[in-house]
């Protein structure tokens, strides 16, 4: 069993280090209010549901070792993948699964591709539901203005490598879905990953208008109306796709309250099969023994509400079928603290289980939403997915223990110039192999501070110019189309490596995608790591970064709140995280990295690449992420 502190965590301090006095206001998450008041019918917890309600118990920080992520044999059978399981129905807003199916924006669409390659692997019975944009988006940087914009990738589904969904005669089915006071036509596509299959919704049908078929046109994109009338389709038109084709899931998984108005159709289908015998709180029962529910941020940007204009307008004919009137509706996701109707307190308040993604991110929900328990799950990566084959080949995730620092070290050397080369494809750039290389990739928020880097323009210039003890930096990263602040975060970035101190040392690579990220992980020495603290409610990309060996340089929260990173990579302090990283680049990071004793590598630092990748070979799989899904959520 691993070694651990027995000190609890420490609590999740919001810090607004670096964020404008302007901007302070409204990147502080809202202060908990009073407890919810329950709907008569639908948030009671009775006594028999107490204990599945009751606050989760102090997580133990984990306390790196040599020995800490050994598997003993009484160790080994929870992690093993479980065996055959009942089905599950994973609904999501997006899915990235590759490149060349672009529907996913960031973190939550490539962690919900890395559930249904784990299920796959694992021969799962897991069903993807999400929807079909016939419009993805990348980031341009043409030269000489450096002003990102959003080139449109029209996606053509027989091309992504889809296929139209057909009754066994081959006839295609259609599903009728009402929007507001008309009914649409919805088909979808089907992409097969072994046991696993992903569905795709899409409006693009003959019969309906041009604004119904540009329902799917973009993700994340357009206004609030425009959003509930996509959230209309999945949550609706996901669960009747499911009776179509006569599957009925043992539990319906809502990653992210974009999917609960499947909790809709849900009651509707309850209340079908209940004939005489429905009352709403019978059918609302029925369906909370099948719902469950991540939760994935605490931002309120990441949590939709909508007022109670749309909800009428485009919900009071759903509900009419429920017999309850749309001011009773309305109190199952009025928000606490306005008057608007939140999609996350709907989920909540039908949901069986809810889960949060980390153990920092459960406390804080905690406190956000009192009256619910978050169930702490940190998320996982799929090993297979993101562990580079030049790392693979020498250390197989088939193999214990690891293979000697030497082969490590030429393996990450593959890595790093496949990572390099890239570098100079996309952006033309000459980076050097012999260099430290800090990287900074994800999406671009604010509250991630890709600027923190950046605080003191000397003490950097002059970090990257120490001949003896080269560096270098890239960056890359997403932003929302509609977010001009970001936009223009990234051509400031852009900008900057064009400068003569900085040409060569520093480079922002356009077009982040799939691959590139892939090479990030695996080819740089240091990833770097600077959210708000209290904001990031797990983060994926250190835990790809650390599979392959390489080094973390963090403030701590979300998962990297849950270790000790002494033995590991460092720490920065949230409150003075620029200085934090300056200072660790001048001495310690740069020791450890160039003092060789005459080696081809720091036998030091390769220790703590095979500690890191160890680390989440064993603790942070979507392996281990699943199984704990069957065995706290799935029951």
């Not at 693009?204 to 993700?219: F, K, M, P, R, T």
């Not at 250190?542 to 080094?551: F, I, R």
């Not at 200085?579 to 450890?592: G, P, Q």
Request: glycine share 6%; with cysteine.
């Amino acid at each position: 069993m691993p070694d651990t502190n027995p000190l609890p965590l420490a609590n999740s301090k919001i810090s607004t280090d670096d964020v404008p006095e302007s901007n302070k206001a409204d990147q502080a998450p809202q202060a908990a209010k009073s407890r919810v008041a329950s709907f008569k019918t639908s948030t009671d917890i009775d006594s028999s549901n107490k204990a599945e309600h009751a606050p989760p118990a102090a997580k133990p920080r984990v306390a790196y070792s040599k020995t800490s992520t050994d598997l003993s044999p009484s160790n080994k059978a929870e992690h093993a993948p479980p065996a055959a399981k009942p089905r599950v129905a994973y609904f999501s807003m997006e899915f990235g699964i590759d490149d060349s199916l672009p529907i996913f924006a960031g973190g939550l669409g490539v962690l919900a591709g890395d559930v249904l390659l784990e299920a796959a692997e694992q021969n799962q019975p897991f069903i993807g539901i999400g929807l079909l944009y016939r419009q993805g988006y990348k980031e341009e940087y043409p030269l000489p203005s450096n002003q990102p914009t959003n080139g449109l990738v029209n996606l053509e589904p027989e091309k992504a490598g889809l296929t139209l969904v057909k009754t066994p005669d081959g006839q295609t089915i259609y599903l009728k879905v009402q929007i507001a006071d008309r009914q649409i036509t919805v088909q979808a596509w089907q992409k097969n990953l072994g046991t696993v299959t992903l569905y795709l919704l899409d409006t693009v049908v003959e019969g309906n208008s041009a604004d119904d078929q540009n329902i799917l046109d973009q993700l994340y994109v357009g206004d609030k109306e425009h959003r509930l009338k996509q959230e209309v389709v999945l949550g609706i038109g996901g669960v009747r796709l499911l009776q179509a084709l006569g599957i009925t899931p043992a539990y319906y998984h809502l990653n992210e309250a974009h999917c609960a108005l499947v909790i809709l159709e849900l009651l509707n289908q309850a209340k079908l099969k209940l004939g005489q015998n429905y009352t709403f709180q019978t059918a609302e029962n029925e369906v909370r023994q099948s719902l469950v529910f991540t939760n994935h941020t605490i931002v309120p940007a990441g949590n939709d509400m909508f007022s109670e204009d749309l909800i009428t307008i485009y919900l009071e004919r759903l509900t009419r079928h429920l017999e309850i009137p749309i001011h009773e509706f309305w109190k199952l996701g009025k928000a606490i603290d306005a008057s608007m109707f939140s999609m996350t307190l709907f989920a909540l308040r039908f949901a069986k289980k809810v889960n949060a993604v980390s153990f920092a991110h459960a406390r804080v929900a905690n406190e956000r939403w009192p009256g619910f328990t978050f169930i702490p799950i940190t998320n996982g990566v799929c090993r297979s997915r993101w562990l580079a084959p030049e790392i693979a080949s020498c250390w197989p995730l088939t193999k214990d223990p690891a293979c000697t620092p030497n082969d490590f070290w030429q393996g990450h050397l593959k890595c790093k110039r496949l990572l390099l080369a890239e570098v100079k494809n996309r952006s033309g750039a000459n980076m050097q192999e012999e260099a430290l290389t800090i990287t900074w990739a994800r999406r671009i928020t604010e509250y991630k501070r890709p600027l923190v880097l950046f605080h003191q323009l000397d003490r950097l210039k002059a970090l990257l110019h120490r001949g003896d003890r080269p560096l270098q930096i890239l960056m890359a990263g997403r932003v929302h189309p509609h977010d001009t602040d970001g936009k223009e975060i990234i051509k400031y970035l852009h900008s900057l490596a064009q400068e003569s101190d900085f040409a060569g040392k520093f480079q922002f690579i356009p077009n982040y995608d799939l691959k590139l990220a892939r090479l990030l992980v695996s080819g740089s020495d240091i990833w770097l790591n600077t959210p708000l603290q209290g904001y990031e409610a797990c983060g994926t990309s250190g835990m790809k970064a650390c599979l392959n060996g390489v080094l973390q340089m963090t403030t701590k929260d979300g998962w990297t709140d849950d270790i000790e990173w002494e033995s590991l990579g460092w720490t920065l302090n949230s409150e003075r995280v620029s200085d934090d990283i300056y200072r660790l680049l001048e001495t310690d990071v740069a020791n450890l990295y160039f003092d060789r004793g005459g080696q081809e590598y720091s036998p030091a630092w390769v220790e703590r690449m095979q500690r890191s990748s160890q680390l989440i070979r064993h603790r942070y799989s979507t392996a281990r992420m699943l199984a704990d899904y069957y065995q706290k959520l799935y029951v």
